[in-house]
């Protein structure tokens, strides 16, 4: 799953500071300051939210900021629901899970990270939320308009740099498949996976095969082709495919989901658009993110019951 642009900065964020010292406080009592369309913000949740912002940016915003922050998070969380657009709890769980593996370390070892820096695994959490629900909100009800033209784009380029707008590269179709290790399986269980991953290797020599053996297999799935190019894929895994012969498998890996391979069904010469022209997109692309997303929060605050208690 992709991950929203607004979580992995915040993953960048939390990355370096969880490396930092943070200063204890004490907490708060509950007490209630903001109610916005019924839902209340208390004091407890302005400092955790301060501690967040300052572990996140290693700077400390004002109390108006933090409010400020908190009052987009429970607007966008309405607008949310009323798109049926609400992360359950495992969804959540599982975007946190991401995080930590992202960071190399453990859901546990990240929890008491934060929690060192008093800062509560639900606050991280409930943040993730509110951007996941936002960036989806966003780039359904806008699709249309954060469009960018490959016209504007290819303008940009030339405007800037002058330089070829693609080069030669790669195309490569596969199919990800997962042989099912359920947690909590014991060592023997995991090495007999794994012969069979080998074994299957070995046996399967073309993409038919493996959708005829692996759809028919129990606990083990092959999902719908993929296709990728040179510029979509890490270097380590360029190097794995280009190495695997069409048709085969790929090494198998562990992942959370079991053991985990590739079957490469065709790899071929294509063109894709060079690293600037990529890159002119994506800024293009976040600038009328950036705008339309602001546009839309503005509109919403304005139709908000905002109702501040206690300043």
Not at 90 to 108: F, H, K, L
Not at 113 to 121: A, T
Not at 248 to 272: D, F
Request: aromatic fraction near 4%.
């Amino acid at each position: 799953m992709m991950i929203p642009l607004p979580v992995f900065r915040l993953l960048l964020a939390i990355c370096a500071g969880l490396m930092l010292t943070g200063l204890p406080s004490p907490l708060r009592a509950q007490n209630i300051v903001v109610m916005v369309n019924g839902d209340p913000i208390t004091d407890f949740d302005i400092e955790q939210r301060t501690k967040l912002t300052q572990l996140t940016t290693q700077k400390t915003p004002s109390r108006q900021e933090v409010i400020n922050s908190l009052i987009d998070d429970k607007v966008k969380l309405k607008e949310g629901r009323k798109y049926g657009v609400d992360p359950g709890v495992s969804d959540i769980n599982q975007s946190y899970e991401g995080m930590a593996q992202r960071m190399r370390i453990t859901p546990e070892q990240l929890t008491k990270s934060l929690e060192s820096k008093g800062v509560r695994p639900e606050t991280l959490k409930g943040r993730m939320k509110a951007e996941m629900v936002w960036t989806s909100l966003v780039r359904g009800r806008y699709k249309e308009r954060l469009q960018v033209g490959e016209r504007d784009v290819a303008q940009a380029v030339q405007a800037q740099t002058g330089e070829k707008l693609q080069i030669e590269g790669t195309e490569y179709k596969m199919q990800p498949i997962v042989l099912i290790v359920p947690r909590g399986s014991s060592a023997t269980f995991l090495e007999t996976r794994k012969k069979e991953a080998e074994a299957y290797r070995v046996r399967i020599g073309s993409c038919e095969e493996a959708n005829s053996l692996f759809r028919s297999t129990p606990n083990a799935t092959i999902r719908d082709t993929v296709t990728k190019t040179t510029a979509e894929l890490p270097e380590p895994l360029r190097k794995v495919l280009d190495d695997t012969p069409i048709g085969h498998l790929t090494a198998p890996e562990m992942t959370k989901n079991g053991i985990e391979m590739v079957v490469l069904c065709s790899r071929k010469p294509t063109m894709i658009d060079t690293p600037k022209k990529r890159e002119v997109r994506e800024k293009m692309y976040q600038e009328k993110y950036e705008k339309t997303q602001k546009a839309y929060l503005e509109e919403l605050r304005k139709a908000a019951m905002i109702e501040y208690r206690n300043r």
